[in-house]
């Protein structure tokens, strides 16, 4: 049995290293490094015992699957997903967390993990497009915030203030759980707000020749006629570019917008990772 601080150790290092590639390797994870990964997990799952063996592959497989159908539907990257692989193997259930004595009802890990990484990334989005706002890119539709878009960011915030109301009423919840909610009820309404630029700065606007197997399409930000263009090219088409929709459109003379300026998600899962070994499940100190 490998010690619980080795285990920490080992997931913390690759963690970081993925974060550094999506970082500074332009969202690239070299594949060797990935399957190289996949075996660490493996042996380390191995040391535990064969019911933990059992339920930590079960537990990969799961969200190995689902991570597959999000990379399927153009949402993830297939770094991402082995990644999610990789700490479902190492730490299967979410162990005890070294700053909170709250019980941790024995949920998977990754659980915890993917939502303090959301939290992280729904915090530091609208961040990012403050960063980039300054950066123009071409855009066909109308920016400009109107009323639906202050209407829809309102209504959203609104239904976090009730909830918030709810659970005070009801379930006398602690100060934590106020402020978990506030932290991410006032920037997911920014990012509503800003929707469309957060996108177009995610974007870059290329030809399909220039495109690469994995990349992801903002369809979102094309017009129904641009993307009927292209499917009558090929009636795949979508948020994913694969080597043969590249191949049936790569002579099209329209630029396509592709996230090739998207947020670093391997840097959110870092985060994930070591608020989740500090705190555990953040759902937690909501519900509890």
Do not use: C
């Amino acid at each position: 049995m490998i010690p619980e601080i080795i285990r920490i150790a080992i997931l913390l290092a690759i963690a970081l290293i993925y974060a550094i590639f999506d970082v500074f390797n332009k969202r690239d994870v070299p594949n060797l490094f990935v399957y190289a990964t996949i075996a660490i997990g493996v042996i380390v799952a191995l040391t535990y015992d064969i019911r933990t063996i059992e339920l930590s592959a079960l537990i990969a497989i799961g969200i190995g699957w689902f991570g597959y159908l999000l990379y399927r539907a153009g949402f993830l990257g297939a770094g991402d997903v082995f990644e999610f692989i990789f700490v479902s193997l190492v730490f299967p259930i979410q162990p005890a967390p070294l700053l909170s004595g709250i019980n941790q009802l024995q949920l998977p890990f990754i659980f915890s993990v993917l939502i303090a990484a959301g939290y992280a990334a729904t915090i530091f989005i609208p961040i990012y497009y403050l960063l980039l706002s300054k950066r123009k890119k071409p855009d066909s539709g109308n920016s400009r915030i109107g009323k639906h878009r202050f209407a829809r960011a309102g209504a959203l915030l609104a239904a976090y203030m009730a909830m918030l109301l709810v659970l005070r009423m009801f379930a006398n919840v602690s100060s934590t759980a106020v402020f978990l909610v506030l932290l991410i009820a006032v920037p997911s309404s920014v990012m509503l707000l800003y929707e469309r630029e957060i996108y177009l700065g995610m974007v870059s606007f290329i030809y399909p020749k220039e495109m690469a197997d994995g990349d992801m399409i903002a369809v979102n930000l094309m017009s129904q006629r641009d993307i009927d263009h292209f499917k009558s090219r090929d009636r795949k088409f979508g948020r994913l570019a694969t080597g043969s929709i590249i191949k049936r459109i790569r002579n099209v003379k329209r630029k396509l917008p592709v996230y090739r300026n998207s947020v670093p998600f391997a840097l959110f899962l870092l985060i994930g990772v070591i608020i989740s070994l500090l705190f555990g499940n953040l759902v937690l100190y909501i519900v509890a």
